[in-house]
């Protein structure tokens, strides 16, 4: 893994970042992290669409074509 250090944190911003952090039950460098990850998520635009893919992508094949039937307009019933 990578590191990066920051420098010259106003104090006012480092103690508040502390005090999230201890809301967060996490450390400052945690917080730190977490903050990095979500600024980074958000940036990429990362949505539900990203995870199921993430998470179930490589469960079907890519022969696979599915397709949607545009005529039916009767609700499913799940009985």
């Not at 010259?8 to 952090?21: G, H, S, V």
């Not at 917080?31 to 600024?39: G, N, S």
């Amino acid at each position: 893994m990578k590191q990066i250090a920051v420098r010259k944190i106003p104090e006012n911003q480092y103690e508040m970042l502390k005090q999230i952090a201890t809301e967060n039950n996490r450390s400052a460098e945690a917080e730190v992290r977490f903050a990095i990850f979500k600024l980074v998520q958000e940036g990429l635009n990362v949505g539900f669409g990203f995870e199921l893919h993430r998470q179930f992508g490589g469960m079907i094949d890519d022969d696979n074509e599915f397709s949607r039937s545009k005529t039916e307009t009767d609700p499913v019933d799940f009985k």
